[in-house]
């Protein structure tokens, strides 16, 4: 049984008005556990940059259908991350303006499992918590292995970033035009698992398609933007 979830969520730039800076992205820190537990700590990373903010890709597999959500996470023991969305076996965490210091993120999840954590972090960032605006869900049979969103910005320079999700440690991912991936994570803890994260800057407000395809069929496919 193959799953696919794709996340979308919109950081829009310039602090402290809608300025027209460029929202940048990178990764500071992939963790992957390599046995099941419920509790995970990621290796040692620093956010820098103007206006920065954290962003988490979640990703866990289980036996059971949904999959353990994760209860709690912080960076650097005591800056609390906030969940902006979970379905099932995924979730997108973000913090604002988190310490140019040297530190982990700890996460609690409420019970054992395999986990892929993403660290993303983006600079020229509003700090307000990001906007999701949909989520979408395919249940067997799917006549598609690719999740897809059709989303309109209302601002400039609006990072759309995208967590996917594979329940087969083999699937390898695609994404649509213009977007950039910047990780692809095979868990093979397990029961294994996939994930890819990928993102597109959107210059000007208006309509903007994002995709994600793996190449394996998929027998239940749901995706928020």
């Known amino acids: 049984m193959i799953r696919i979830w794709m996340w979308v969520f919109l950081v829009v730039g310039g602090i402290p008005a809608w300025a027209t800076a460029q929202v940048n992205i ?8 390599t046995s099941q ?20 890709c979640l990703t866990n597999d289980s036996t059971t259908a949904s999959g353990p959500a994760a209860t709690s996470m912080a960076f650097n023991t005591s800056e609390t991350m906030t969940q902006l969305i979970r379905e099932s076996r995924s979730s997108l965490w973000w913090l604002a303006n988190p310490s140019n210091t040297s530190a982990t993120i700890s996460y609690t999840v409420e019970a054992t499992t395999a986990s892929t954590a ?3 972090l983006v600079t020229n960032a509003n700090q307000t918590t990001p906007t ?17 969103a059709s989303i309109t910005t209302v601002v400039a320079n609006t990072l759309l ?3 996917a999700y ?7 991912f695609t994404h649509g035009a213009g977007q950039t991936e910047l990780t692809e ?3 093979t803890t397990a029961p294994d698992y996939a994930d890819s994260t990928s993102y597109i800057t959107k210059v000007s407000p208006g309509v903007q398609a994002v995709s994600s395809t793996a190449d394996r069929k998929s027998t239940r496919l749901n995706s928020s933007h």
């Open 26 to 33: 990178s990764v500071l820190e992939t963790y992957v556990s």
């Open 37 to 56: 537990s419920a509790t995970h700590e990621t290796g040692s990373f620093t956010p820098s940059g103007t206006n920065r903010a954290l962003i988490v």
């Open 118 to 120: 993403t660290v993303m």
């Open 132 to 148: 999701l605006t949909d989520s979408e869900d395919c249940v067997s049979p799917c006549s598609s292995n690719t999740v897809n």
């Open 161 to 163: 970033v995208t967590c």
């Open 166 to 172: 594979s329940n087969a440690d083999s699937a390898t």
């Open 185 to 187: 994570t095979s868990n």
